[in-house]
């Protein structure tokens, strides 16, 4: 078990449980109210309610019971290992490769070859995700970071919902989106028809992505993207919903003769190192499939620069 977090309010009127999840960014809103309800967190050394509404010095215990044996299997499955520290490591996560375990999927994901690496990852707050602070789509290529242990955890979480992680993402997208740069601001949230799906939608959350040509190639544009928020699928929601599609996406456009999965690579990821500060940046470049359908649109086989 971690050593448990001792906070004192600074200022009163929050609610308990608010409280918690301002200062504990990797613990999902259904793990703090079971971590309150059963007395692992504590207000002046007693046990609280959720509601309870904080005061200026009232001292703030934070607890994790010892972690559960891991339901997942450890795999030896290859990683592309871009950085590693005591802290965290970066992998290049190939298309086709699920980041955590889900119903119908157990096995072959990032995570159970994490855990065929390092079996002490730690589980947080959701045993099915240990070190997972991020998520790239099955189908999506790219950099994802993943943390060691808790307080790397808790600091790259932080980034990640303080928006001081910058992810930078290359796509493929049908047509020539005009302007040449520009802010998609949007909302997303479930498609209302497809229910698998995400859509833009009025009642969907704030979500915006910002893009801008890299080069324009016959009737496709390649892209570069920095969402400003995680939303689910939301590259590929606000490409589509803009009327340009990432190529090859069946979901939301169609696919294509081009390249067998939709046309998204992380590429670029810049964050601060949680021992020591240091703002970081990583890159991956592109793999197989997506340069080969680049160099089929660029006359002549004319290098296309991208990694900058």
């Not at 793990?31 to 309150?36: D, S």
């Not at 190939?94 to 096995?107: V, Y």
Request: proline share 9%.
């Amino acid at each position: 078990m971690d050593r448990p977090k001792q906070l004192v309010v600074d200022h009163g009127s929050k609610r308990l449980d608010c409280f918690v999840a301002e200062h504990s960014p990797e613990f999902s809103r259904s793990f703090i109210q079971k971590l309150i309800a059963e007395g692992w967190i504590t207000v002046n050394a007693q046990p609280a309610k959720p509601a309870l509404r904080l005061k200026t010095g009232d001292r703030v215990v934070i607890a994790t019971p010892p972690p559960e044996p891991s339901p997942l299997a450890p795999e030896h499955i290859p990683l592309d290992i871009i950085y590693e520290d005591a802290d965290l490591i970066v992998i290049n996560k190939p298309s086709g490769m699920t980041t955590h375990p889900a119903p119908g999927n157990r096995a072959g994901t990032l995570v159970n070859a994490l855990l065929g690496l390092l079996p002490e990852l730690t589980a947080g707050s959701a045993p099915e995700r240990p070190g997972i602070v991020h998520r790239l789509d099955k189908d999506t290529s790219g950099l994802i970071v993943v943390a060691k242990h808790r307080r790397a955890l808790e600091d790259l979480s932080g980034q990640f919902k303080s928006r001081r992680v910058e992810k930078t993402y290359l796509a493929l997208v049908k047509g020539h989106p005009e302007p040449e740069a520009g802010l998609i601001d949007a909302p997303i949230g479930r498609n209302p028809v497809h229910h698998q799906r995400m859509a833009v939608v009025s009642s969907g959350r704030p979500a915006q992505t910002a893009y801008r040509v890299r080069r324009r190639l016959g009737g496709y544009t390649l892209l570069t993207l920095k969402p400003a928020t995680g939303r689910t699928h939301q590259i590929r929601v606000h490409l589509a919903g803009i009327g340009h599609p990432v190529v090859g996406d069946a979901v939301y456009g169609i696919r294509s003769e081009l390249v067998a999965r939709q046309f998204l690579h992380a590429y670029k990821l810049t964050f601060r190192l949680p021992s020591t500060g240091t703002e970081a940046t990583f890159t991956a470049p592109l793999p197989t499939d997506l340069g080969s359908a680049l160099e089929t649109l660029v006359c002549g086989g004319s290098r296309i620069e991208y990694n900058r």
